[in-house]
């Protein structure tokens, strides 16, 4: 049962960070300063970030500590963006026309 809620907790947390305009904005403010190390860390941090399958793989790593719960939450993640998303896309495509 724990599996589970590492698993739904790393995918909620995973598609709420991806979407989170103000995160990225901070980001994006951050990321231009004279250190090279600190640029090139917040470039990973941000691609981390971007990418709902790459964070939903770290989330529930750090979570659950676990790296096979990780890649089935990176897995449920392409699901969810190839099917669930791209046709709430369409609906919503067909209704503001």
């Known amino acids: 049962m724990n599996e589970i809620t590492f698993l739904i907790k790393g995918i909620l ?6 979407r989170f305009e103000p995160l990225h904005w901070i980001i994006d403010e951050i990321k231009d300063t004279k250190y090279k190390l600190f640029n090139i860390i917040i470039g990973i941090i941000k691609l981390i970030l971007t990418c709902s399958r790459c964070a939903a793989l770290w989330l529930t790593l750090i979570i659950s500590r676990d790296p096979y719960i990780s890649i089935v939450a990176s897995f449920v993640m392409v699901l969810i963006e190839k099917y669930i998303l791209s046709y709430v896309e369409q609906i919503e495509f067909k209704h503001n026309d």
Do not use: E
């Not at 947390?13 to 991806?18: E, H, M, Q, S």
């Open 13 to 18: 947390l995973a598609y709420f960070i991806t």
